[in-house]
């Protein structure tokens, strides 16, 4: 709350309620980034997911990218979760986007110490697509939980120590402000 720095688990947050699934990435990453390279840095995001998932659609065939070595090597992974590996190699500075040249991905240097001298990478884990089912369906429950009257709603749990910091909070605001 008021971007406050918490140092444990609160308890209320969607990152405290549902912690992220660490794992060991390096080798995704070095399937993508090889993929990347192999492909000549001529590839948007789709197109390479389509390179590691082994696509033979027609653009790829013309290129010769069913020809490389990657070609099918990221098979296990949905589509879904390739979107999801990519864009954490983007945001970890492994991969960029060159928009001025039809987006498509380029390497950076970081992504060399990936490649060529096997640093480790950490990956955050995509939920599955039964694991997103279920949280839409939770989702669903709980807006409709929330569209009953006041008095028919379940209620929240209370938490003392939120609550007395709150208070004091709105009293200093309250002074500050002469009301």
Same mark, same amino acid.
């Given at each position: 709350?008021?971007?406050?720095?918490?140092?444990?688990?609160?308890?209320?947050?969607?990152?405290?309620?549902?912690?992220?699934?660490?794992?060991?990435?390096?080798?995704?990453?070095?399937?993508?980034?090889?993929?990347?390279?192999?492909?000549?840095?001529?590839?948007?995001?789709?197109?390479?997911?389509?390179?590691?998932?082994?696509?033979?659609?027609?653009?790829?065939?013309?290129?010769?990218?069913?020809?490389?070595?990657?070609?099918?090597?990221?098979?296990?992974?949905?589509?879904?979760?390739?979107?999801?590996?990519?864009?954490?190699?983007?945001?970890?500075? &492994? =991969? /960029?986007?060159?928009?001025?040249?039809?987006?498509?991905? #380029?390497?950076?240097?970081?992504?060399?110490?990936? *490649? +060529? $001298?096997?640093?480790?990478?950490?990956?955050?884990?995509?939920?599955?697509?039964?694991?997103?089912?279920?949280?839409?369906?939770?989702?669903? &429950? =709980? /807006?409709?939980?929330?569209?009953?009257?006041?008095?028919? #709603?379940?209620?929240?749990?209370?938490?003392?120590? *939120? +609550? $007395?910091?709150?208070?004091?909070?709105?009293?200093?605001?309250?002074?500050?402000?002469?009301?």
């Amino acid at each position: 709350y008021f971007s406050e720095n918490f140092d444990r688990n609160c308890g209320n947050c969607d990152v405290c309620k549902h912690p992220p699934q660490y794992i060991d990435g390096t080798v995704i990453a070095q399937k993508a980034l090889s993929a990347v390279h192999r492909c000549g840095e001529k590839v948007g995001m789709n197109l390479l997911i389509d390179v590691l998932r082994g696509s033979n659609r027609q653009e790829i065939l013309r290129a010769g990218f069913d020809k490389i070595k990657t070609f099918g090597a990221g098979r296990e992974f949905s589509v879904w979760e390739w979107t999801a590996y990519l864009g954490q190699l983007l945001q970890l500075g &492994l =991969l /960029e986007v060159a928009y001025d040249q039809g987006n498509v991905l #380029r390497l950076t240097e970081a992504a060399n110490a990936v *490649l +060529f $001298e096997k640093k480790p990478v950490s990956l955050v884990r995509p939920m599955t697509k039964m694991e997103k089912d279920a949280e839409a369906v939770a989702q669903k &429950l =709980l /807006e409709k939980t929330q569209s009953k009257p006041v008095a028919e #709603r379940a209620r929240p749990e209370f938490l003392p120590e *939120l +609550f $007395e910091r709150l208070r004091v909070l709105r009293r200093e605001v309250a002074q500050k402000n002469s009301v």
